[in-house]
């Protein structure tokens, strides 16, 4: 497992009509500050890597669909992969910090969505990306 890397269970109540998905309180384990919150769409079998943020602390919640996340650290000269897959039937919010390498996959034949509660607003020039054959790492979903 990464260090600071936190996967936090949460809450779907069921009521009529439709479900009630919780995301984040200020007192959450993973709570840094609020900067801005955005849902980004992801194609089946795609792959989105590899980026690292210098300053923002993600909070990534999966409301539709199932996506794949794939941290890497290499701080320090560790080079640790940890994978991780959320969905509504795995309904968790994955804290990344500063400086982790990640990369998602969909894994929903219909598409997913993700929202990211970022703790600072988007901001170019702190976001680190590279080359998905950069960063060693089979896609090939198992």
């Given at each position: 497992?990464?260090?600071?890397?936190?996967?936090?269970?949460?809450?779907?109540?069921?009521?009529?009509?439709?479900?009630?998905?919780?995301?984040?309180?200020?007192?959450?384990?993973?709570?840094?500050?609020?900067?801005?919150?955005?849902?980004?769409?992801?194609?089946?079998?795609?792959?989105?890597?590899?980026?690292?943020?210098?300053?923002?602390?993600?909070?990534?919640?999966?409301?539709?669909?199932?996506?794949?996340?794939?941290?890497?650290?290499?701080r320090d000269?560790?080079?640790?992969?940890?994978?991780?897959?959320l969905s509504?039937?795995?309904?968790?919010?994955?804290?990344?910090?500063?400086?982790?390498?990640?990369?998602?996959?969909?894994?929903?034949?219909?598409?997913?969505?993700?929202?990211?509660?970022?703790?600072?607003?988007?901001?170019?020039n702190e976001?680190?990306?590279?080359?998905?054959?950069?960063?060693?790492?089979?896609?090939?979903?198992?």
């Open positions: 497992m990464i260090e600071d890397i936190l996967v936090n269970p949460l809450k779907i109540i069921e009521t009529p009509g439709g479900n009630v998905m919780h995301g984040m309180k200020d007192i959450d384990n993973g709570f840094n500050g609020f900067g801005e919150a955005y849902f980004s769409n992801i194609f089946f079998k795609y792959i989105k890597a590899w980026k690292r943020h210098n300053k923002m602390t993600l909070n990534i919640i999966v409301p539709k669909g199932k996506i794949r996340f794939v941290l890497y650290d290499d000269g560790k080079k640790i992969f940890q994978e991780i897959i509504t039937q795995n309904f968790k919010r994955l804290t990344i910090p500063p400086m982790i390498w990640f990369g998602f996959q969909g894994l929903d034949p219909s598409g997913s969505i993700l929202l990211n509660i970022a703790n600072i607003k988007h901001n170019p976001v680190e990306r590279v080359d998905p054959d950069k960063i060693n790492f089979n896609w090939k979903i198992k």
